[in-house]
């Protein structure tokens, strides 16, 4: 009965989104902004959020806008989520990541074929989305490894929302960007608030236990040039590189993976200006 019930309720969030994307217009300027005017508007927006990243409390919201449609249709996905995964914290960090990761393969599509018809062509853009689809494939490697995939109806939901999600963001990002990029802002935001509640009610539990091989080499070992690409700040890769996390143990790792949400969220938040 709780799997009819997901069911149903997901039958009834897309039908709603899908009712929000015909209400889109497609805008004549859609990808002026370069990474500087990026950087600039990534400065002046959430300032909570870089308290909570330097050490301050969390933000129950990291924008300062109103809440919206989009925000809603989050919260909608997320009470789902809950109400299906429960307790079963992995399982559900394994279905958030796996569906967190879709909208950044469905702008590099639309990109790509933007530029394949010769209407656009902005590497900046490829060159962030790509660095944000990369490290939530980390943060999915992550979630497999501490066991959230083991279980076949979670892989199943999980993989199959989003492939439905993936059509979705590809037609809004289509005919809206901006609308496109506000949708995964409150979905990164989401994201960002449910790492920070897991480390504050685990945090001892999660100090007593390993960090994962997986986070230990993408965090400490690897090199950094991609990861670095979706920090939107003025310091340089170099300056960057110093600011290494270290990982000690499992709630160093959620830490990293917390604050990486963050630097999402801020980054689809800049990505909606409009007044280039």
Request: charged share 25%.
């Amino acid at each position: 009965d709780l799997t009819h019930s997901i069911c149903d309720n997901m039958k009834i969030f897309l039908f709603l989104l899908l009712a929000h994307v015909s209400s889109f217009i497609v805008p004549n300027k859609m990808f002026p902004m370069s990474r500087h005017q990026m950087v600039q508007t990534t400065e002046r927006s959430s300032e909570s959020l870089n308290e909570v990243l330097d050490g301050g409390d969390s933000p129950k919201r990291i924008s300062t806008k109103e809440p919206s449609f989009n925000k809603s249709l989050v919260d909608i996905l997320k009470g789902m989520l809950d109400l299906y995964y429960g307790d079963r914290d992995f399982a559900r960090f394994y279905a958030l990541e796996t569906i967190a990761r879709v909208p950044y393969f469905s702008y590099l599509s639309v990109l790509h074929l933007y530029e394949t018809l010769g209407w656009w062509r902005k590497a900046n853009y490829l060159k962030i989305h790509f660095a944000e689809s990369w490290n939530e494939l980390h943060h999915l490697l992550i979630m497999e490894e501490l066991g959230g995939n083991k279980n076949f109806g979670d892989r199943w939901l999980a993989q199959h929302a989003a492939f439905f999600y993936y059509w979705i963001v590809c037609t809004i990002y289509a005919l809206s960007p901006q609308n496109a990029y506000n949708l995964n802002q409150h979905v990164e935001e989401h994201a960002f608030s449910t790492y920070d509640k897991f480390l504050k009610e685990k945090e001892v539990e999660l100090k007593a236990q390993e960090a994962p091989p997986t986070a230990i080499k993408y965090y400490s070992e690897d090199k950094l040039y991609v990861f670095n690409n979706l920090h939107n700040s003025d310091m340089t890769f170099e300056e960057i590189d110093k600011k290494r996390p270290t990982i000690n143990s499992l709630y160093d790792v959620f830490v990293c993976i917390r604050n990486d949400e963050g630097e999402h969220a801020k980054t689809m938040e800049a990505m909606q200006v409009e007044d280039f």
